[in-house]
């Protein structure tokens, strides 16, 4: 009966989208009705209000929805979809202030001399305003009021003038900041961490290993790696579209002619230009080049991208006026002043300890003040100027209530669907699918291409999204990225907008469009620009590094980089290092023998045996590293045959669990099962039984054999990098500290005075007035390495003074201990001091291969070489 219900809630849900009832209530509305229902039919006809539903009871389903949204988006640090009013508000008021219309004119006589210009220059504008607004009916609304008439009266074909309008006003769904993106990552947050469960499920039923290697968990993704992992799709869709149109230009000229422009090249035309681009190009820059610089959040950015929204609507509203450019040259200097007085002063109020201090925190104020009134100038006149400010913060309000409005009831559609185990039925249908990954994934992207002929991208996102994703994330033969998932639906959305008959894009174009032109050459001229849609999402499934490049890069860049230790480095890290390593080596092997014939006599035995040792371990290093490449050579070539049969015996497995499955739940159901149906239970579960076994005796004999080889294998990689990982620390770290501890010479002499003025301060004084000088004299020894005798010596000397009654004799004892490890020191860090060049070219020849991995962070080159390594999809089924 779960399946019945689960049918009614699928129907009640499409009757309702199909009448063109709100979706911000048919997806609650099907849900709660279907829950009802079930709970009623189970308690009339079952005499048990939860028979009906596959886990749980009516009242759970009902509060799962709200307690969901409630318990995802109530905490604070859950705040990505703050930045949705934030790109609304910024997308609303630079249409609402006509900076759309001025570049569309302004493009259009600039590119309109060239076969197809006009065609350009919509995409060109096209995608300036998915970069600035994101808004896909403003743009379409306005587009196809400025440059379709235009269009036309130049002889533009009907289906391509359209076509390209329709389809260039949705790049605001791709090209970010995207509200589709802020959904898709949010939903994709969640859907990682669930993955993430799974993926430790099937790696512990696979291993019987209680805890899965971090290596192999699932890379979740946020708002901010979701822009950047759709930038370059986007232009990569941009530069599609213009493709397109030069070559239906070329073979076509006379459905795409030249249009000259009538007035002359000058410097009222050059400026118009540079007035229309360079304002939003600059908000582009601010908002995108802050989350990619890491200086903001995507929340910050969407601050930045609106209080800029507001500046350029300041000087548009009142063109042609006197001061029309005033409040924004005021917040010009004002972020000019702001960003000389951040790199130049500390503006921490707290730390003032200087004039210059305060000098640098006067000017930080005045550039605020100075900002904070260009705002309310150019909100003034927003506000004064035809409504406009007000207009946009109504329209603003809807939109994001609309958004707010359909995630609260997709959640709760989302329970109820799970409610009748229709989670478990899509998982089940996946994962029983034959081709693996790739055929899920395509069966995924076919579905949502549906979806889309009949769905916004929304309820697509909300609904379909946290269902498929898990699944699909969970999946270690591909081994995706969220980002990269994330894209690729977003890219499949984005042909909802374009697709008869539900299109959103027609339909805002068929508003405005003259009546000559025709909606079936409407749908004609959208079809080429689907197909786009469809190549280009071909051309990032290929080359998923035009997805998680850039968000790799920013993210090894930045301050906050994790270091060469950590764990998802080493794979690419150990390929940099080998990409290199026959010039190398030669190299590390001369050093190390270089630096074995160094007179080391000056330094004490032991940190003489240390650096002999350490010079020797080079050798060892270079031989493990090479052992370790061998061995993953090896488990390479056989992964070759284990791979297949690897992939039918999981495959197995997987069906025995489903049927292991079905089995325990017609023995639940058995319970209060009587007669006929009693038999048809037991005769059900027989027949399971015989699929279980006949499944069972298809895993090859020699299974267990085969797993076992080539789990050998993998320790063996594992026990040559542990080898490697020992011996390149050996030949590194003993250098680096005393590196270090030589350089730390000139610490070490300033504490000599005071170290020497203890003995006359005890006997002189009293024991508790040296308690205080003792600590001083050991923080300072804290910033000096190798001190840690003579350090130790004054901390009991310190101990034995504080007391209420102190041990004077063994204080001086212990004092005069650290003197006498002072003056030892002191005689052999001199004549070492000769070492230090000969050291540093040690280290400096290490620290690239055999030292990276003791480095706080990476090279530049490093990290642009795992940025691009970490780009693809690495398959880890195999230690599953």
């Known amino acids: 009966m779960e399946l019945f219900f689960l049918l009614v809630l699928l129907v009640l849900m499409g009757t309702a989208l199909g009448s063109g009832y709100p979706v911000a209530f048919a997806l609650p509305g099907a849900s709660i009705l279907t829950i009802l229902l079930a709970a009623g039919s189970g308690y009339l006809f079952a005499g048990d209000a939860t028979a009906y539903f596959s886990q749980g009871s009516a009242g759970q389903w009902l509060s799962a929805g709200t307690t969901n949204l409630r318990g995802i988006y109530w905490e604070p640090e859950r705040d990505t979809l703050i930045a949705i009013p934030l790109f609304i508000f910024m997308g609303i008021m630079l249409q609402r202030s006509k900076i759309a219309e001025d570049l569309l004119i302004t493009m259009a006589n600039l590119f309109g001399s060239v076969p197809g210009g006009l065609g350009i220059s919509v995409?060109?504008?096209?995608?300036?305003?998915?970069?600035?607004?994101?808004?896909?009916?403003?743009?379409?609304?306005?587009?196809?009021?400025?440059?379709?008439?235009?269009?036309?009266?130049?002889?533009?074909?009907?289906?391509?003038?359209?076509?390209?309008?329709?389809?260039?006003?949705?790049?605001?769904?791709?090209?970010?900041?995207?509200?589709?993106?802020?959904?898709?990552?949010?939903?994709?947050?969640?859907?990682?961490?669930?993955?993430?469960?799974?993926r430790k499920s099937l790696h512990k039923e696979a291993t019987g290993e209680l805890s899965m290697p971090s290596i192999f968990d699932v890379t979740s993704t946020s708002a901010g790696e979701m822009f950047l992992g759709a930038l370059l799709p986007g232009l990569v869709l941009v530069g599609l579209y213009m493709l397109y149109i030069l070559v239906y230009a070329a073979l076509r000229p006379q459905n795409a002619p030249p249009v000259k422009y009538d007035g002359s090249f000058d410097r009222e035309f050059w400026g118009k230009v540079f007035i229309s681009l360079v304002p939003p190009l600059l908000l582009i820059f601010l908002v995108l080049g802050s989350i990619m610089a890491g200086i903001a959040t995507v929340n910050q950015a969407g601050a930045i991208g609106a209080a800029g929204a507001l500046i350029m609507s300041g000087y548009r509203l009142t063109e042609g006026k006197r001061g029309q450019f005033y409040p924004a040259i005021l917040a010009l200097i004002s972020m000019a002043l702001i960003a000389f007085t951040v790199s130049n002063y500390d503006t921490n109020v707290k730390n003032i300890q200087s004039s210059d201090d305060a000098f640098g925190v006067t000017l930080a104020v005045i550039g605020t003040i100075g900002l904070v009134i260009a705002l309310l100038w150019s909100g003034w006149r927003a506000f004064k100027i035809d409504k406009t400010l007000e207009g946009v913060m109504m329209e603003t309000a809807k939109a994001t209530s609309l958004v707010f409005i359909i995630l609260l009831g997709a959640a709760i559609l989302t329970a109820a669907f799970r409610a009748f185990g229709g989670e478990h039925l899509v998982r089940e249908f996946l994962e029983g699918l034959p081709g693996g990954f790739w055929t899920k994934f395509a069966v995924v992207m076919l579905v949502i291409f549906l979806l889309g002929f009949f769905l916004?991208?929304?309820?697509?996102?909300?609904?379909?999204?946290?269902?498929?994703?898990?699944?699909?994330?969970?999946?270690?033969?591909?081994?995706?990225?969220?980002?990269?998932?994330?894209?690729?639906?977003?890219?499949?959305?984005?042909?909802?907008?374009?697709?008869?008959?539900?299109?959103?894009?027609?339909?805002?174009?068929?508003?405005?469009?003259?009546?000559?032109v025709k909606t079936i050459n409407m749908y004609k001229g959208v079809i080429p620009f689907i197909c786009l849609q469809i190549a280009a999402m071909g051309i990032v499934a290929y080359t998923p590094g035009l997805v998680n490049y850039l968000p790799n890069r920013v993210a090894l860049l930045s301050e906050n980089a994790p270091p060469p230790r950590n764990p998802k480095l080493e794979s690419c890290l150990k390929d940099f290092i080998a990409a290199d390593f026959e010039t190398t080596k030669p190299l590390l092997l001369q050093t190390a023998a270089t630096a074995q014939s160094l007179d080391l006599s000056v330094?004490?035995?032991?940190?003489?045996?240390?650096?002999?040792?350490?010079?020797?371990?080079?050798?060892?290093?270079?031989?493990?590293?090479?052992?370790?490449?061998?061995?993953?050579?090896?488990?390479?070539?056989?992964?070759?045959?284990?791979?297949?049969?690897?992939r039918k015996v999981r495959a197995i497995e997987r069906d025995i669990r489903l049927i292991d499955a079905d089995i325990e739940h017609i023995e639940d159901d058995m319970g209060d099962a009587e007669g006929a149906r009693l038999s048809r239970l037991e005769m059900r579960i027989a027949e399971l039984n015989e699929e279980r076994d006949a499944l069972a005796a298809d895993i090859p004999d020699d299974w267990d054999d085969q797993?076992?080889?080539?789990?050998?294998?993998?320790?063996?990689?594992?026990?040559?990098?542990?080898?490697?990982?020992?011996?390149?620390?050996?030949?590194?770290?003993?250098?680096a500290e005393m590196l270090t501890v030589l350089r730390g010479q000139e610490g070490f002499e300033a504490v000599e005075d005071a170290l020497r003025a203890l003995p006359d301060q005890l006997a002189n004084g009293a024991p508790a007035d040296l308690v205080e000088p003792l600590n001083a004299l050991a923080d300072q020894l804290d910033l000096?390495?190798?001190?840690?005798?003579?350090?130790?010596?004054?901390?009991?000397?310190?101990?034995?003074?504080?007391?209420?009654?102190?041990?004077?004799?063994?204080?001086?004892?212990?004092?005069?201990?650290?003197?006498a490890e002072y003056d030892a020191q002191k005689e052999w860090r001199a004549g070492a001091t000769t070492l230090i060049p000969a050291l540093q070219e040690y280290r400096d020849a290490l620290a690239p291969t055999l030292g990276l991995r003791e480095q706080e962070r990476m090279s530049d080159e490093q990290a642009l070489f795992v940025a691009g390594c970490q780009s693809s999809h690495k398959d880890v089924s195999l230690n599953f």
């Not at 498929?468 to 969220?482: E, F, G, K, R, Y």
């Not at 797993?707 to 250098?735: F, H, Q």
């Open 707 to 735: 797993y076992s080889a080539y789990a050998e294998l993998n320790r063996n990689i594992t026990n040559a990098d542990r080898s490697y990982n020992n011996a390149a620390s050996d030949a590194y770290l003993p250098v």
């Open 456 to 516: 916004d991208f929304i309820e697509i996102a909300v609904v379909v999204v946290p269902i498929v994703a898990p699944i699909l994330l969970a999946d270690p033969q591909a081994n995706v990225t969220a980002v990269w998932l994330g894209v690729m639906i977003g890219l499949n959305i984005q042909t909802s907008f374009l697709t008869p008959p539900f299109g959103f894009a027609l339909f805002y174009l068929r508003g405005v469009a003259p009546a000559v």
């Open 603 to 646: 330094l004490p035995d032991r940190m003489a045996d240390d650096l002999t040792d350490a010079f020797g371990s080079v050798e060892e290093a270079v031989a493990s590293f090479e052992e370790a490449r061998a061995a993953e050579a090896i488990a390479a070539e056989a992964a070759l045959t284990y791979r297949a049969v690897h």
């Open 784 to 819: 000096v390495e190798g001190t840690s005798d003579i350090k130790s010596a004054l901390s009991s000397a310190r101990r034995d003074l504080d007391r209420d009654e102190p041990r004077i004799e063994d204080a001086t004892e212990e004092i005069a201990d650290a003197i």
């Open 123 to 198: 995409v060109f504008v096209g995608a300036l305003l998915a970069a600035t607004t994101g808004i896909v009916g403003a743009t379409v609304v306005a587009m196809g009021l400025i440059s379709l008439p235009a269009m036309l009266r130049n002889n533009y074909s009907q289906s391509l003038a359209t076509g390209t309008i329709a389809a260039s006003g949705t790049l605001g769904q791709i090209i970010p900041p995207s509200i589709v993106l802020i959904i898709l990552a949010d939903q994709l947050g969640s859907a990682a961490e669930q993955a993430s469960t799974i």
